[in-house]
């Protein structure tokens, strides 16, 4: 896994402008699972820990419709 090192303290400070931000950066940095989509419900991307939460690889999940997705997830209620 890489590690991303945002600095947070330039980014506040108006230290650092748009064009200068690593947005892939920040996006895998984020401590929180986020997925961005298509407008078909296509994932577009993903970032480290929706791809630790889910259990599966990037090649898994982009490019893959949000229902097929869903059916491969099965929840703690279900299996218990």
Do not use: W
Request: glycine share 6%.
């Amino acid at each position: 896994m890489t590690e991303h090192v945002i600095d947070t303290a330039a980014l506040a400070g108006g230290m650092v402008n748009a064009s200068e931000i690593d947005y892939e950066a920040v996006f895998q940095a984020l401590p929180r699972a986020v997925a961005l989509f298509k407008t078909d419900l296509v994932y577009a991307d993903v970032n480290e820990a929706f791809l630790r939460s889910m259990g599966r690889a990037r090649d898994q999940v982009v490019g893959r419709y949000l229902c097929a997705m869903r059916r491969l997830v099965v929840s703690p209620i279900q299996s218990g």
